[in-house]
């Protein structure tokens, strides 16, 4: 199984090969490395922990939900002003939300108007991230 999670805008990849009754299995060392294979579990978990919500928020969410719920997971913290960078275009920001680009500047550029973000390019201040997350709220 080959499990691909380079980039967190991106979809994961995933490989298997198929086995049939009497092949001869690799050894994959787990008997040998417990510690390893509890990391890969950890991990495999976690990514499916990320997925869950990712599929929750696109399913349930609002599209303002979504932004700002993205745009708070670039804060460091939620009690404090942070200045953001978008990891990637707005257009890749945007698909990896289920938006369209125009809807994106549209909430940007409201978001912008009440106050809450200053945006320079991909770079956004957000000032008072728990004010964001109220605005959010309420949409």
Avoid at 41 to 66: G, N, T, W, Y
Avoid at 94 to 109: K, N, Q, V, W, Y
Wanted: aromatic share 4%.
């Amino acid at each position: 199984i080959t499990l691909h999670l380079d980039n967190p805008l991106s979809a994961p990849t995933l490989h298997l090969t198929p086995f049939q009754r009497g092949d001869n299995y690799p050894d994959t060392g787990g008997e040998q490395r417990p510690q390893s294979m509890r990391q890969m579990l950890a991990r495999l978990s976690m990514r499916l922990h990320f997925l869950v919500k990712e599929l929750r928020q696109l399913s349930v969410e609002s599209a303002e939900q979504r932004l700002v719920s993205y745009l708070l997971d670039l804060c460091p913290a939620l009690d404090a002003a942070a200045v953001v960078e978008l990891p990637a275009k707005k257009s890749a920001v945007a698909a990896r939300l289920g938006l369209t680009p125009e809807t994106l500047s549209r909430l940007l550029s409201r978001m912008r108007k009440a106050g809450l973000i200053t945006v320079n390019r991909r770079v956004l201040d957000i000032p008072d991230p728990r004010a964001l997350q109220c605005w959010a709220a309420g949409h």
